[in-house]
């Protein structure tokens, strides 16, 4: 299909350990998008990226937090030093314009942190 | 924060009418989203509203009244695999989403 992929689909990890989770948007898409969603919430905004520049990382809850999306296509949200607060399911989503068009959502990387 | 408020669950039959409202404390958003989300997958779209006013599409229909600050999402003739979260979510470029409300179909 031409959706919104994200790999692993599950990613068990030790507290402590650095994970890297990746999203392939949908090609041609110019923006994406990472959210964090606890279990039984609604998805919580993390960043923002328009082409390869990030424009708006105010919701990364700590500087153990990083994206990237060097080439303005496929991009990789970065946990180290995984804490047990951590685990979510982490969602990206794509928009084929900038600011104003509809996001499209992967399926998610569910992260659990033992 | 934009304290965007939706009720917990609600249960329904077969064939009938849900109304899922949406409540939220904040003016400066350019339009609210409903989207759709069975367990363990993503979300997907289902309406956007920019304008107060009604938008229907088949079986759903949103509603926004924005001197109220509220929506709802109405789903008709409700089908088994209505069985879902539906996510209320202002938007302004990026996506504030309430905590979502599980709806269960009942036969």
């Known amino acids: 299909g031409a959706g919104v992929s994200q790999s692993p689909r599950y990613k068990v990890a030790k507290r402590g350990q650095d994970v890297a989770l990746r999203c392939d948007p949908i090609?041609?898409?110019?923006?994406l998008f990472w959210y964090q969603q606890a279990l039984g919430q609604g998805p919580e905004f993390l960043t923002y990226f328009q082409n390869e520049a990030q424009l708006d990382k105010s919701g990364l809850p700590s500087d153990r937090f990083f994206a990237e999306r060097p080439e303005g296509s496929v991009s990789t949200l970065k946990i180290q030093r995984t804490q047990q607060e951590d685990s979510a399911v982490y969602l990206c989503?794509?928009?084929?314009?900038?600011?104003?068009?509809?996001?499209?959502f992967g399926p998610g990387t569910r992260l659990t942190v033992l | 924060g934009q304290n965007i408020d939706q009720p917990t669950e609600m249960t329904a039959t077969e064939g009938a009418i849900v109304q899922i409202n949406c409540t939220y404390q904040t003016s400066g958003f350019n339009g609210l989203f409903w989207y759709q989300q069975h367990a363990g997958e993503a979300p997907t779209f289902l309406s956007y509203n920019v304008l107060d006013g009604l938008e229907e599409k088949g079986r759903f229909s949103s509603f926004l009244s924005r001197s109220k600050g509220y929506s709802y999402l109405l789903l008709k003739e409700l089908q088994m695999k209505d069985s879902a979260s539906y996510l209320c979510a202002l938007f302004d470029y990026k996506l504030s989403f309430g905590a979502g409300t599980t709806v269960t179909v009942r036969a």
């Open positions: 090609s041609g898409h110019v923006s």
């Open positions: 989503a794509s928009s084929r314009r900038g600011r104003t068009d509809t996001q499209y």
